[in-house]
T-cell receptor
């Protein structure tokens, strides 16, 4: 199926690291994405990882992919109050242009 | 570039009314999709298109129609609005195969009373 699952909430203190987790079920996924949604706005692409990679780092963001367990995570280093938002993971199937999104994780960063 | 433009941003409809949500992109993207976002349910795909003249159904197509007469435009029509269609609607586009993610519009918040 196309189930993509995330926990609904995460709360961290400013300056700590945040880790947002996602599991997916379809091993044919080619690309996995992380999107950020701020209140009242659309989704903004943060980063992506190809399914044959284990890790990708982009400034404060680190994406880890465990293909065996179908587990994806997004680590935000030195989390700031501006990082407070809803984070969605999404998978894209090979030769297909449907994206399947998780339900989103609401990150709350306390000062 | 404007990216993906959705209009209107807000709309209130009465049950049974029809309306069209507009979506336009200026990036020459082949693929366009409509999603609805409901609390705790993430984004659910309504309809999508892989090019002008080609559309297909997603997970929740009932009560909605689409057409793709040009590459740029992908309107979503609500045929007879129902309270269950109260939601935030997002249009998105992507260039095609490969690592391209979706570019999203800013959304239309629809309330059906």
């Amino acid at each position: 199926g196309e189930d993509v699952e995330q926990s609904l909430f995460l709360s961290v203190r400013e300056g700590d690291s945040s880790v947002i987790n996602c599991t997916y079920t379809d091993s044919s996924s080619t690309y996995l994405y992380w999107y950020k949604q701020e209140p009242g706005a659309g989704l903004q692409l943060l980063t992506y990882i190809f399914s044959n990679m284990d890790m990708k780092q982009d400034q404060r963001l680190t994406v880890l992919l465990n293909k065996k367990d179908k587990h994806l995570s997004l680590r935000i280093a030195d989390t700031q109050t501006g990082d407070s938002a809803i984070y969605f993971c999404a998978e894209r199937k090979y030769n297909f242009n449907k994206f399947y999104f998780g339900s989103g994780t609401k990150l709350n960063v306390k000062p | 570039n404007a990216g993906v433009t959705q209009t209107p941003k807000f709309q209130v409809l009465k049950t049974g009314q029809s309306m069209t949500l507009q979506c336009a992109q200026d990036m020459n993207h082949e693929y366009m999709s409509w999603y609805r976002q409901d609390p705790g349910m993430g984004l659910r795909l309504i309809h999508y298109s892989v090019g002008a003249g080609i559309t297909d159904q997603g997970e929740v197509p009932n009560g909605y129609n689409v057409s793709r007469s040009t590459t740029e435009d992908f309107p979503l029509r609500l045929l007879s609005a129902a309270p269950s269609q109260t939601s935030v609607y997002f249009c998105a586009s992507t260039a095609g195969q490969g690592n391209y993610g979706y570019t999203f519009g800013s959304g239309t918040r629809l309330t059906v009373v």
